[in-house]
Protein backbone atom coordinates (compact mmCIF):
# COMPACT_ATOMS: atom_id res chain seq x y z
CA UNK A 1 0.00 0.00 0.00
CA UNK A 2 1.51 3.56 -1.11
CA UNK A 3 1.57 5.85 1.65
CA UNK A 4 0.52 9.02 1.59
CA UNK A 5 0.85 12.34 3.66
CA UNK A 6 -3.03 14.11 3.54
CA UNK A 7 -6.26 12.57 3.34
CA UNK A 8 -8.71 15.40 1.69
CA UNK A 9 -12.45 14.97 2.00
CA UNK A 10 -14.74 16.94 -0.48
CA UNK A 11 -18.19 18.48 -0.19
CA UNK A 12 -20.59 19.78 -3.34
CA UNK A 13 -24.20 19.33 -4.35
CA UNK A 14 -24.75 17.63 -7.44
CA UNK A 15 -24.62 21.13 -9.56
CA UNK A 16 -20.74 21.44 -8.05
CA UNK A 17 -19.27 17.99 -8.84
CA UNK A 18 -17.54 19.03 -12.28
CA UNK A 19 -15.99 22.35 -10.70
CA UNK A 20 -14.92 20.18 -7.55
CA UNK A 21 -13.29 17.56 -9.82
CA UNK A 22 -11.68 20.35 -11.70
CA UNK A 23 -10.10 22.28 -9.10
CA UNK A 24 -8.83 18.45 -7.63
CA UNK A 25 -6.94 18.03 -11.13
CA UNK A 26 -5.82 21.50 -10.94
CA UNK A 27 -4.36 21.26 -7.85
CA UNK A 28 -3.04 17.70 -7.37
CA UNK A 29 -3.38 16.24 -11.07
CA UNK A 30 -5.74 13.79 -10.58
CA UNK A 31 -9.44 13.67 -9.83
CA UNK A 32 -10.81 13.08 -6.27
CA UNK A 33 -13.00 10.21 -5.96
CA UNK A 34 -16.30 9.00 -3.72
CA UNK A 35 -15.39 12.77 -2.37
CA UNK A 36 -12.14 11.78 -1.58
CA UNK A 37 -8.65 12.13 -2.72
CA UNK A 38 -5.36 10.88 -1.11
CA UNK A 39 -2.19 13.19 -1.52
CA UNK A 40 0.99 14.14 -0.78
CA UNK A 41 0.63 17.69 -1.37
CA UNK A 42 -0.14 20.08 0.98
CA UNK A 43 -3.11 22.55 -0.10
CA UNK A 44 -4.62 25.37 2.27
CA UNK A 45 -7.96 24.83 2.78
CA UNK A 46 -8.81 28.22 2.04
CA UNK A 47 -7.78 27.34 -1.85
CA UNK A 48 -10.90 25.83 -2.67
CA UNK A 49 -15.18 26.18 -1.24
CA UNK A 50 -14.96 21.97 -2.14
CA UNK A 51 -12.01 20.77 0.89
CA UNK A 52 -13.83 20.09 3.87
CA UNK A 53 -11.13 18.41 6.09
CA UNK A 54 -7.59 17.82 5.65
CA UNK A 55 -6.10 14.84 7.66
CA UNK A 56 -2.09 14.48 8.20
CA UNK A 57 -1.95 10.92 8.50
CA UNK A 58 0.35 10.01 11.26
CA UNK A 59 -0.80 6.04 10.73
CA UNK A 60 -2.55 3.93 8.71
CA UNK A 61 -3.70 -0.17 8.98
CA UNK A 62 -6.06 -2.13 7.34
CA UNK A 63 -7.39 -3.31 10.84
CA UNK A 64 -8.68 -1.27 13.24
CA UNK A 65 -7.03 -3.27 16.47
CA UNK A 66 -3.44 -2.64 14.31
CA UNK A 67 -4.77 1.38 14.47
CA UNK A 68 -4.82 1.18 17.80
CA UNK A 69 -1.62 -0.41 18.60
CA UNK A 70 0.09 2.02 16.26
CA UNK A 71 -1.86 4.93 17.79
CA UNK A 72 -0.19 3.76 21.12
CA UNK A 73 3.01 2.64 19.41
CA UNK A 74 3.21 6.42 18.76
CA UNK A 75 3.38 7.49 22.31
CA UNK A 76 1.51 10.74 21.63
CA UNK A 77 1.90 13.24 24.93
CA UNK A 78 -0.52 16.56 24.66
CA UNK A 79 -3.21 18.45 27.07
CA UNK A 80 -6.27 19.87 25.97
CA UNK A 81 -6.48 17.73 22.26
CA UNK A 82 -9.48 16.35 21.09
CA UNK A 83 -10.79 13.69 18.59
CA UNK A 84 -13.12 13.65 15.73
CA UNK A 85 -14.76 10.49 13.84
CA UNK A 86 -14.44 11.76 10.17
CA UNK A 87 -17.48 10.46 7.91
CA UNK A 88 -16.42 9.56 4.32
CA UNK A 89 -18.07 7.46 1.61
CA UNK A 90 -18.63 4.13 2.16
CA UNK A 91 -17.98 4.13 5.67
CA UNK A 92 -21.65 2.42 7.74
CA UNK A 93 -19.80 1.87 10.76
CA UNK A 94 -22.99 3.00 13.01
CA UNK A 95 -22.63 6.19 15.63
CA UNK A 96 -22.38 3.98 19.26
CA UNK A 97 -19.39 1.90 17.27
CA UNK A 98 -17.95 5.30 16.27
CA UNK A 99 -18.22 6.59 20.00
CA UNK A 100 -16.62 3.78 21.09
CA UNK A 101 -13.71 4.13 18.58
CA UNK A 102 -13.28 7.71 20.01
CA UNK A 103 -12.85 6.70 22.92
CA UNK A 104 -10.59 3.69 22.15
CA UNK A 105 -7.82 6.43 20.10
CA UNK A 106 -8.65 9.48 23.13
CA UNK A 107 -7.06 6.39 25.90
CA UNK A 108 -3.99 6.10 23.55
CA UNK A 109 -3.31 9.33 23.85
CA UNK A 110 -1.86 10.69 27.32
CA UNK A 111 -3.13 14.02 28.09
CA UNK A 112 -6.33 15.74 29.36
CA UNK A 113 -8.87 16.25 26.45
CA UNK A 114 -10.89 19.24 25.68
CA UNK A 115 -13.48 19.41 23.72
CA UNK A 116 -14.55 22.78 23.31
CA UNK A 117 -10.98 24.70 22.65
CA UNK A 118 -8.86 22.20 21.98
CA UNK A 119 -5.02 23.10 21.11
CA UNK A 120 -5.00 20.03 18.45
CA UNK A 121 -7.60 18.03 16.83
CA UNK A 122 -6.80 14.46 15.68
CA UNK A 123 -9.09 12.16 13.62
CA UNK A 124 -9.88 9.04 12.75
CA UNK A 125 -11.96 7.47 9.55
CA UNK A 126 -12.34 4.36 7.61
CA UNK A 127 -11.92 4.51 3.94
CA UNK A 128 -11.64 1.60 1.07
CA UNK A 129 -11.11 -0.67 3.99
CA UNK A 130 -8.06 0.84 5.61
CA UNK A 131 -8.52 2.89 8.93
CA UNK A 132 -6.65 6.08 9.05
CA UNK A 133 -5.25 8.62 12.44
CA UNK A 134 -4.17 11.79 12.35
CA UNK A 135 -3.90 15.29 12.38
CA UNK A 136 -7.48 16.87 11.62
CA UNK A 137 -7.86 20.46 10.01
CA UNK A 138 -11.41 21.90 8.80
CA UNK A 139 -12.11 24.53 6.19
CA UNK A 140 -13.73 27.60 7.63
CA UNK A 141 -16.06 29.19 5.77
CA UNK A 142 -16.02 32.81 6.78
CA UNK A 143 -16.14 33.57 3.08
CA UNK A 144 -19.73 32.92 2.44
CA UNK A 145 -19.81 36.52 4.43
CA UNK A 146 -19.11 37.99 1.06
CA UNK A 147 -22.45 37.72 -0.13
CA UNK A 148 -23.43 40.55 1.53
CA UNK A 149 -21.86 43.14 -0.33
CA UNK A 150 -23.45 46.36 -0.94
CA UNK A 151 -23.55 45.77 -4.94
CA UNK A 152 -24.38 42.70 -6.74
CA UNK A 153 -26.18 41.34 -10.07
CA UNK A 154 -28.66 38.75 -10.23
CA UNK A 155 -26.41 36.74 -12.83
CA UNK A 156 -23.15 37.35 -11.21
CA UNK A 157 -21.16 33.95 -10.55
CA UNK A 158 -21.39 32.69 -7.07
CA UNK A 159 -18.82 32.81 -4.78
CA UNK A 160 -18.15 29.12 -4.98
CA UNK A 161 -17.44 29.89 -8.61
CA UNK A 162 -15.26 33.00 -7.62
CA UNK A 163 -13.55 30.86 -5.46
CA UNK A 164 -12.71 27.67 -8.09
CA UNK A 165 -11.28 30.63 -10.55
CA UNK A 166 -8.91 31.80 -8.16
CA UNK A 167 -7.52 28.41 -7.07
CA UNK A 168 -7.34 27.26 -10.58
CA UNK A 169 -5.77 30.64 -11.68
CA UNK A 170 -2.75 30.81 -9.17
CA UNK A 171 -2.41 27.11 -8.22
CA UNK A 172 -2.10 28.06 -4.68
CA UNK A 173 0.69 30.18 -5.64
CA UNK A 174 0.51 33.30 -3.34
CA UNK A 175 3.40 35.39 -4.99
CA UNK A 176 1.97 35.71 -8.91
CA UNK A 177 -0.30 38.72 -9.94
CA UNK A 178 -3.68 38.28 -10.64
CA UNK A 179 -6.06 40.32 -13.40
CA UNK A 180 -9.68 40.40 -12.99
CA UNK A 181 -10.85 41.73 -16.39
CA UNK A 182 -14.31 42.87 -16.84
CA UNK A 183 -14.63 42.42 -12.97
CA UNK A 184 -17.91 44.13 -12.82
CA UNK A 185 -18.95 44.75 -8.82
CA UNK A 186 -16.24 42.48 -7.84
CA UNK A 187 -16.90 39.14 -6.72
CA UNK A 188 -14.02 37.38 -8.04
CA UNK A 189 -11.22 40.54 -6.70
CA UNK A 190 -13.08 39.70 -2.57
CA UNK A 191 -12.56 36.52 -2.89
CA UNK A 192 -8.90 36.98 -3.97
CA UNK A 193 -8.61 39.10 -1.56
CA UNK A 194 -9.60 37.51 1.28
CA UNK A 195 -7.53 34.39 0.33
CA UNK A 196 -4.41 36.76 0.19
CA UNK A 197 -3.96 37.16 -3.63
CA UNK A 198 -2.64 40.03 -5.26
CA UNK A 199 -5.32 41.25 -7.77
CA UNK A 200 -6.24 44.05 -9.93
CA UNK A 201 -9.53 44.20 -11.81
CA UNK A 202 -10.41 46.47 -15.11
CA UNK A 203 -13.92 47.28 -16.88
CA UNK A 204 -14.87 49.11 -19.14
CA UNK A 205 -18.15 50.88 -17.68
CA UNK A 206 -17.28 53.42 -15.05
CA UNK A 207 -19.95 52.49 -12.62
CA UNK A 208 -18.68 48.86 -12.41
CA UNK A 209 -15.17 50.26 -11.10
CA UNK A 210 -17.02 52.68 -8.41
CA UNK A 211 -19.40 49.39 -6.99
CA UNK A 212 -16.01 47.10 -7.43
CA UNK A 213 -14.16 49.89 -4.95
CA UNK A 214 -17.00 50.27 -2.81
CA UNK A 215 -18.00 46.41 -2.08
CA UNK A 216 -13.39 46.44 -1.31
CA UNK A 217 -13.90 49.37 1.20
CA UNK A 218 -16.40 47.47 2.77
CA UNK A 219 -14.67 44.59 3.51
CA UNK A 220 -11.66 46.70 4.25
CA UNK A 221 -9.52 45.60 1.22
CA UNK A 222 -7.24 47.61 -1.24
CA UNK A 223 -6.79 46.48 -4.52
CA UNK A 224 -6.18 48.54 -7.94
CA UNK A 225 -9.24 48.91 -10.40
CA UNK A 226 -8.73 50.10 -13.94
CA UNK A 227 -11.77 51.72 -15.77
CA UNK A 228 -10.27 50.68 -18.88
CA UNK A 229 -10.97 48.45 -21.73
CA UNK A 230 -8.36 45.73 -21.49
CA UNK A 231 -6.94 46.60 -24.93
CA UNK A 232 -5.90 49.68 -23.19
CA UNK A 233 -4.17 48.26 -20.12
CA UNK A 234 -0.31 48.20 -20.70
CA UNK A 235 1.00 45.75 -17.88
CA UNK A 236 2.03 42.36 -17.44
CA UNK A 237 0.32 39.23 -15.59
CA UNK A 238 1.04 36.01 -14.49
CA UNK A 239 -2.76 34.95 -14.60
CA UNK A 240 -5.95 36.57 -15.39
CA UNK A 241 -9.61 35.50 -14.72
CA UNK A 242 -12.21 36.94 -17.79
CA UNK A 243 -16.15 36.48 -16.67
CA UNK A 244 -17.39 37.15 -19.78
CA UNK A 245 -20.26 39.64 -20.46
CA UNK A 246 -23.46 37.58 -20.89
CA UNK A 247 -25.47 40.32 -22.87
CA UNK A 248 -27.51 41.32 -19.74
CA UNK A 249 -26.24 44.53 -17.76
CA UNK A 250 -23.25 44.66 -20.49
CA UNK A 251 -23.33 44.58 -24.09
CA UNK A 252 -21.71 41.98 -25.98
CA UNK A 253 -21.14 39.83 -29.33
CA UNK A 254 -19.21 37.49 -30.88
CA UNK A 255 -16.73 40.12 -31.71
CA UNK A 256 -16.59 41.46 -28.39
CA UNK A 257 -15.99 38.01 -26.91
CA UNK A 258 -12.74 37.63 -29.25
CA UNK A 259 -10.91 40.99 -28.69
CA UNK A 260 -11.41 40.45 -24.52
CA UNK A 261 -9.97 36.97 -25.62
CA UNK A 262 -7.30 38.09 -27.48
CA UNK A 263 -6.29 41.22 -25.60
CA UNK A 264 -6.57 39.28 -22.24
CA UNK A 265 -3.84 36.64 -24.02
CA UNK A 266 -1.24 39.56 -24.65
CA UNK A 267 -1.32 40.56 -20.87
CA UNK A 268 -1.51 37.12 -19.43
CA UNK A 269 0.04 33.64 -19.95
CA UNK A 270 -2.68 31.87 -17.89
CA UNK A 271 -6.10 33.03 -18.66
CA UNK A 272 -9.36 31.54 -17.18
CA UNK A 273 -12.72 32.11 -18.99
CA UNK A 274 -16.37 31.81 -17.30
CA UNK A 275 -18.84 31.81 -20.69
CA UNK A 276 -22.33 30.66 -21.70
CA UNK A 277 -21.43 29.96 -24.77
CA UNK A 278 -18.42 28.04 -26.82
CA UNK A 279 -15.77 30.57 -27.26
CA UNK A 280 -13.46 27.20 -28.90
CA UNK A 281 -12.52 29.56 -31.59
CA UNK A 282 -12.07 32.51 -29.83
CA UNK A 283 -9.99 30.97 -27.70
CA UNK A 284 -7.85 29.24 -30.43
CA UNK A 285 -7.71 32.67 -32.68
CA UNK A 286 -5.84 34.03 -29.80
CA UNK A 287 -3.43 32.30 -29.32
CA UNK A 288 -4.41 29.63 -26.47
CA UNK A 289 -4.72 26.48 -25.65
CA UNK A 290 -7.36 24.83 -23.52
CA UNK A 291 -5.67 23.09 -20.85
CA UNK A 292 -8.79 21.72 -19.15
CA UNK A 293 -12.47 22.34 -19.25
CA UNK A 294 -15.61 21.97 -17.42
CA UNK A 295 -19.58 23.16 -16.99
CA UNK A 296 -20.90 24.15 -13.82
CA UNK A 297 -24.79 24.67 -13.57
CA UNK A 298 -26.15 27.92 -11.25
CA UNK A 299 -28.34 26.35 -8.42
CA UNK A 300 -31.85 27.37 -8.65
CA UNK A 301 -31.61 28.51 -12.73
CA UNK A 302 -33.01 26.58 -15.37
CA UNK A 303 -31.05 25.82 -18.30
CA UNK A 304 -27.95 28.81 -16.43
CA UNK A 305 -24.81 27.00 -17.34
CA UNK A 306 -21.35 28.19 -17.51
CA UNK A 307 -18.43 26.74 -19.33
CA UNK A 308 -14.93 27.22 -17.31
CA UNK A 309 -12.06 27.05 -19.84
CA UNK A 310 -8.60 26.71 -18.74
CA UNK A 311 -6.17 28.23 -21.17
CA UNK A 312 -2.21 28.31 -21.50
CA UNK A 313 -0.05 30.20 -24.15
Known amino acids: MTRRNYLYSFNYDIHNSNLSKLVSRQLFNEDEKNKVLLSNKRVDLLISPFIKNRIEIITVSKSYSELIQKIKHEKIKIEAFNVEYVILEGDSTEFSNRKRKLRDVGFSIEGTPNFKTPTITYSICFYNNTWYFGILSKHKVDWYKKKKKPYSFSNSIGMDIAKTLISIATEENKSIKLLDVCCG ?129
Open 185 to 313: VGTIMLEACASGFNIDGCDINPKRCEQTNKNLDFYGYSSTVYSSDIKNLNKKYDAAIIDLPYNMYSYSNDLATANIIKSTAKVANRVIIVSIADIKSSIKNAGLVIQDYCTAEKRGKSGSVRNIWVCMK
